[in-house]
Nanobody, 124 residues
Framework: QVQLVESGGGLVQAGGSLRLSCARSGLTFSNYAMGWFRQAPGKERAFVAAINWSGSYTMYADSVKGRFTISRDNAKNTVYLQMNSLKPEDTAVYYC?????????????????WGQGTQVTVSS
């Protein structure tokens, strides 16, 4: 059974930082590209960042480029999202996802597995 478990969310002031983690079980982690998505209240889930199977290629939404960094440690079966210079508009539930395509993608339908999400709240 595949499980993705996010952690690291919380409440932070604007300008602060958080690091999200997503640990997997039940799949060969290094065969999967990984992504982070977020869903703010009243809005649709949206792409944040993605990383290919080896970690050599990353993609970011324009809204987070230069502030967020996605990385992965295949030995620890974990993907990370380092979030710096946080803004109130970053407030959302953040989800990690895995795609067997091995290539980073922004397209939600291409992701096969999803975590339950972790809440990030940025106060002004």
């Amino acid at each position: 059974q595949v499980q993705l478990v996010e952690s690291g969310g919380g409440l932070v002031q604007a300008g602060g930082s958080l690091r999200l983690s997503c640990a997997r079980s039940g799949l060969t982690f290094s065969n999967y590209a990984m992504g982070w998505f977020r869903q703010a209240p009243g809005k649709e889930r949206a792409f944040v960042a993605a990383i290919n199977w080896s970690g050599s290629y990353t993609m970011y939404a324009d809204s987070v480029k230069g502030r967020f960094t996605i990385s992965r440690d295949n030995a620890k079966n974990t993907v990370y999202l380092q979030m710096n210079s946080l803004k109130p508009e970053d407030t959302a539930v953040y989800y990690c996802a895995a795609t067997a395509g091995m290539l980073a993608t922004t397209a939600m339908p291409q992701y096969d597995y999803w975590g339950q999400g972790t809440q990030v709240t940025v106060s002004s």
